[in-house]
C-alpha cells in the first residue's frame, strides 16, 4: 500500500485540529507547513480552520512532513480538543515565544493521549490534590505559607527535606512528563486534562534544585488555582511563594538560616534541602532571617562571582518518573510495547518512546 | 575531672555527644554488609559522615552553641567559647594519641600550644588555657562504639603523651549490645539531605479495561470516529 493509499481511509474524518496540534509540536509556522507541502499559507489555514478537507495525496504529504501517522489526523470521536480543558500556566507570556508556547502545550497534549490509551491496561495513582486550597488572588502570602503546610499535612509528608517532588506528585495522581523542547524560557508549567493533572518540566536534566522548585511551583498552580491566567505575575508570586513554603517550611527551616552569607554555610543548606542557593537567600529574607541590605549584598556576591546562573555547590541530575517505567513494564508483562502505545495513540514512535524512557541520563539516578 | 569550665553545661553536651555516636555507629553497625564491598573503611567513613551529621542535629538544638563546618569539618563553639571538633581515636600502643596528620589537627595542637604559653596568666584561676578540644570515638563494625574521649591536643614530639587534658567521656561493656533505638531515624529529623530521604512509593496496577467499558485498544481506521 503505498503512503496514499495508506492515508485514503481518514480523508473523510479529518481533524483540523489535529493538524494545528501537529504543526504546534513540529515548531513550524504555517508558512514553514506551506512550504514543506508547496501550498499556499492560506492553503494551510484553511484545511486548520476546516474550511477545506485535504485530498489523501495532501494528507499523505502533511503525513510525510510533520512525521505523524495519517492515523493521527482523524477525528477519534471523542470531540476533543486542545482547549477543551483549560489552558496551561506558563510563567511569563513575554519570556515565552508562542512557538515554544504551542509546541509545548502539544506535547502535554500528547501525553495525556498516550494516558489515555495505557490506562485501559494500568491503573495509576488517582490524583487526590484537595479542591479546598484554591487562593483569591488577594490572598496574603501568609496565606499562601499556610496552603503550603497544609497540604504537606495532608500528603503526609514527612518534616525536614522534600525527598523526591517529581516521585511525590506522581503518588498523589499527578502525571509528569519532561518538554522534549530545549527552549529555556519555559521552564515549566502545568495544566489539568479532565481528572488529570499534568506537570512538564523543563528539559534540562542537570540542575536539581531548579527542576524540584519547578515541579513545586506547578503544584502550587494546579493547588491554589482554579483559574488559569497565563502569565498574571500575581498567581506567579503565589505559586513561588507556596513553592518555597513546601519545599523549606517555615518552622523547620528558619532555625537554619544563618543571618549572614557565608557560601559554604549556604553550600551546605543547599545540599540539605536539595533547593539553589538563591531560593535559600530568598526564604531567609522572606522569613526575616536575613536584613533586605544582606541579602542585596549577598546576592551581589553571587552575581560578582558570576554564580549566579551557575551555582557552587551544584546538584546535578534529575528525579526521575516511578510512574513511567513501572507503566512501561505493566504493560510489556501483556505484550503491550512502546510500539503499540504509540500506534493505539496514533502518535509518533520518538514521542512515544522518549515519554516512557523518563530516566535515560547517565548519571546515577537518585531515590531509585 | 570537672569539664564544666570547659564545657559550660558540661553534662548537656557530654549527651549530646554520646547520643550522637551510639547512633551513628548503631546505624552502620546495622547497615555493614562485607557482601556489597564493606569493609573498615567504609565503616569509618560512614561513621565519620554519619558523626558530623548526628552531631549537628544534636548541637543546632542547644541554645548558644554555634555548628558550622569551615572547610567542611564540623566545627561546634560552645557557649563558653570553647570549639569541639570530632575525630576518631588513634591509639600509639596503649596510649590515646593525637597525630597532626591534617592540616586542621596540627592547628588545633598548634593553637593550644601557643594559648598555653602565651597566654596563661591572662585565664581565670582554676581554668586550664586552652581553648580547642577534640572529641575521639573508637570502635569497629564487630563491636560498634566502644568509647568517646574528650581530650585538649598540644604540639609536640610525641603525640601520644602531648594531651593537656584528657578524659573518657563514654565506655560501653562491649559485650551488651547497644539498646539504642534507632527506627525513627530516616524522617524525624529536618537535615537529614533530600537525597538520603524515602521517596514515596507509586503504585500503578495493572487493569484490563479494554472490555466491559465499551473503550476499544485500537483506533479503527473505519472511520467510524
Known amino acids: ?368 | 575531672m570537672n569539664l564544666d569550665p570547659y564545657l559550660g553545661d558540661s553534662g548537656a553536651v557530654i549527651d549530646a555527644v554520646v547520643r550522637a555516636y551510639r547512633r551513628t555507629y548503631a546505624i552502620n553497625v546495622r547497615r555493614f554488609d562485607p557482601k556489597a564491598g564493606d569493609d573498615s573503611h567504609t565503616f569509618g567513613t560512614q561513621n565519620w559522615r554519619g558523626g558530623l551529621h548526628h552531631l549537628e542535629q544534636e548541637f543546632n538544638r542547644m541554645p548558644g552553641v554555634r555548628v558550622d563546618r569551615p572547610n567542611n569539618h564540623l566545627r561546634i563553639t560552645l557557649r563558653t567559647g570553647v570549639t569541639l571538633r570530632p575525630y576518631r581515636a588513634h591509639f600509639e600502643g596503649e596510649y590515646l594519641a593525637f597525630f597532626p596528620i591534617s592540616e586542621t589537627r596540627a592547628r588545633v595542637a598548634r593553637d593550644n600550644t601557643y594559648t598555653f604559653f602565651e597566654y596563661s596568666a591572662s585565664f581565670a584561676p582554676g581554668l586550664l588555657p586552652v581553648n580547642e578540644l577534640v572529641i575521639q570515638h573508637d570502635g569497629d563494625h564487630l563491636e560498634g562504639l566502644r568509647a568517646i574521649y574528650i581530650g585538649a591536643p598540644l604540639d609536640g614530639e610525641d603525640p601520644a603523651k602531648g594531651w593537656f587534658l584528657s578524659e573518657c567521656i563514654y565506655a560501653r561493656d562491649t559485650t551488651v549490645a547497644d539498646d539504642i533505638d534507632i527506627s525513627d531515624e530516616r524522617d524525624s529529623t529536618t537535615t537529614v539531605p533530600f537525597t538520603e530521604r524515602k521517596a514515596p512509593d507509586v503504585h500503578v496496577f495493572a487493569e484490563d479495561r479494554s472490555s466491559g467499558d465499551g473503550t476499544e485498544s485500537k483506533h479503527d481506521p473505519a472511520g467510524n470516529e
Not at chain 1, 149 to 168: E, F, H, K, N, Q
Not at chain 1, 330 to 357: C, K, M, Y
Request: glycine fraction near 4%; hydrophobic fraction near 40%; proline fraction near 6%.
Open chain 1, 1 to 368: 500500500m503505498n503512503s496514499i493509499d495508506g492515508a485514503r481511509p481518514y480523508v473523510s474524518a479529518f481533524a483540523p485540529f489535529r493538524l494545528t496540534l501537529a504543526r504546534h509540536y513540529r515548531g513550524m509556522r504555517k508558512v514553514d507547513l506551506a512550504r514543506h507541502l508547496n501550498v499556499t499559507p492560506s492553503a494551510v489555514t484553511q484545511l486548520e480552520s476546516g474550511a477545506s478537507r485535504p485530498k489523501a495525496s495532501t494528507l499523505a504529504q502533511i503525513s510525510l512532513s510533520l512525521g505523524f501517522p495519517p492515523a493521527f489526523f482523524a477525528a477519534d470521536g471523542r470531540r476533543r480538543r486542545l482547549d477543551d480543558h483549560g489552558r496551561a500556566f506558563f510563567r511569563s507570556l513575554r519570556s515565552t515565544r508562542q512557538l515554544d508556547r504551542d509546541q509545548a502545550e502539544a506535547q502535554a497534549f500528547f501525553a495525556s493521549e498516550i494516558l489515555d490509551t495505557i490506562e485501559r491496561h494500568v491503573r495509576l495513582p488517582a490524583s487526590d490534590l484537595p479542591t479546598t486550597l484554591y487562593a483569591p488572588e488577594e490572598a496574603t502570602l501568609q496565606d499562601i505559607e499556610q496552603r503550603a503546610i497544609r497540604l504537606r499535612d495532608l500528603w503526609s509528608v514527612p518534616a525536614g527535606p522534600t525527598a523526591s517532588m517529581v516521585r511525590l506528585l506522581e503518588a498523589h495522581g499527578v502525571v509528569v512528563t519532561r518538554c522534549v523542547i530545549e527552549a529555556d524560557e519555559v521552564h515549566a508549567f502545568s495544566r489539568w486534562f479532565a481528572h488529570r493533572p499534568l506537570v512538564v518540566l523543563s528539559a534540562d536534566r542537570n540542575d536539581l534544585p531548579r527542576l524540584r522548585f519547578d515541579a513545586a511551583h506547578e503544584l502550587g498552580h494546579l493547588v491554589l488555582h482554579a483559574e488559569v491566567e497565563p502569565g498574571n505575575r500575581i498567581l506567579e508570586q503565589q505559586a513561588h511563594r507556596f513553592a518555597a513554603a513546601f519545599l523549606m517550611p517555615k518552622d523547620e527551616i528558619a532555625g537554619q538560616l544563618p543571618p549572614t552569607f557565608r557560601l559554604d554555610e549556604y553550600g551546605h543548606l543547599k545540599e540539605v534541602w536539595g533547593v539553589s542557593m538563591q531560593a535559600l537567600l530568598y526564604r531567609a529574607r522572606d522569613l526575616r532571617r536575613m536584613t533586605d541590605a544582606t541579602f542585596r549584598r549577598a546576592m551581589i556576591r553571587l552575581s560578582a562571582l558570576g554564580r549566579r546562573k551557575n551555582e557552587p555547590y551544584p546538584l546535578y541530575g534529575h528525579e526521575p518518573s516511578a510512574l513511567w517505567p513501572r507503566a512501561k513494564e505493566i504493560l510489556a508483562t501483556r505484550g503491550v510495547g512502546v510500539d503499540a502505545v504509540a500506534h493505539d495513540a496514533r502518535l509518533p514512535l520518538d514521542f512515544v518512546s522518549r515519554v516512557f524512557e523518563d530516566d535515560y541520563d547517565e548519571r546515577p539516578a537518585l531515590f531509585g
